[in-house]
């Protein structure tokens, strides 16, 4: 057999037979994807500039229950149209086209990555760059479905401590986590979250600190003692305050420097059912 022939003789398509077990599938698709991608970031205002950074990205569509399979090799076909921006503007699209190309009625995007902004330390002023982890997910089923979440890096000092020592109180670094429903046709910057988010524990961090840095820190947590209760309700506050935000999730967990374990609140409200 020749090399043409061979290429001219049509391969099976196993997925797309017929299954007669009468299953849906809810989601199939491929995970641990990771992708370089580029998103647009406020800058000077303007909106034109970008930051680039590596995803790690899962993509699903639903299968009816009279198909065989999906056909993974289009997951990665469409994401490639997509890689010169991959903001949250442009999910809507590529779950569309997640649709079309796998003729499918549902789509499901969910992207995980580092995210890094231009920090400046309080007094000296030395700037460096700070990472935390931000999620964007996509759900298109009809109507789209988006959520942005941010898990942000910040300092707690203890209440109890504080009033009972005769100096001092035991601190430690607490990650908030904050996921966040927009109202439609509303857009947020991830660095407008992000100065929300951090402003409600008992101080921020940062990437380079002096040492007139590092008292103004120490001295502001001290100044602004935090139970994890009160994070978390500062949290609920500040977005309770923005109309963009329709519904959130928000949480706190605190790596308590003087106990084996760690303190945690959660809280989640939606507003469009008030």
Request: hydrophobic share 35%; glycine share 4%; aromatic share 8%.
């Amino acid at each position: 057999m020749t090399k043409a022939s061979i290429t001219a003789t049509p391969l099976p398509d196993i997925q797309s037979t017929g299954d007669r077990r009468k299953v849906a599938i809810n989601k199939v698709g491929v995970t641990n994807v990771r992708y370089p991608i580029s998103l647009r970031t406020p800058g000077k205002g303007q909106g034109n500039e970008f930051i680039h950074t590596v995803a790690t990205i899962n993509m699903f569509v639903s299968l009816p229950h009279d198909v065989k399979g999906t056909h993974m090799s289009r997951f990665l076909e469409v994401l490639n149209e997509y890689h010169e921006e991959l903001s949250s503007d442009a999910l809507p699209l590529v779950a569309n086209r997640m649709k079309e190309r796998l003729e499918s009625e549902d789509a499901y995007l969910e992207l995980n990555f580092p995210y890094f902004i231009d920090k400046q330390a309080p007094v000296s002023g030395q700037s460096g760059k700070l990472d935390f982890d931000v999620a964007f997910e996509l759900a298109s089923n009809g109507t789209d479905d988006f959520v942005m979440t941010l898990k942000i890096p910040a300092t707690s000092l203890c209440p109890c401590s504080k009033e009972i020592s005769d100096y001092g109180a035991h601190n430690q670094r607490c990650d908030m986590t904050v996921k966040v429903r927009m109202a439609e046709g509303v857009h947020l910057w991830i660095e407008e979250l992000f100065g929300i988010v951090e402003q409600c524990a008992s101080t921020q961090v940062f990437s380079v600190l002096k040492r007139p840095d590092e008292k103004w820190v120490t001295e502001r947590a001290y100044e602004n003692p935090k139970f994890v209760e009160d994070i978390v309700r500062d949290l609920a506050v500040a977005l309770n305050n923005d109309d963009r935000i329709v519904w959130y999730q928000v949480s706190s967990e605190n790596y308590e420097s003087i106990h084996n374990h760690n303190a945690y609140a959660f809280i989640e409200r939606d507003k469009r059912e008030e």
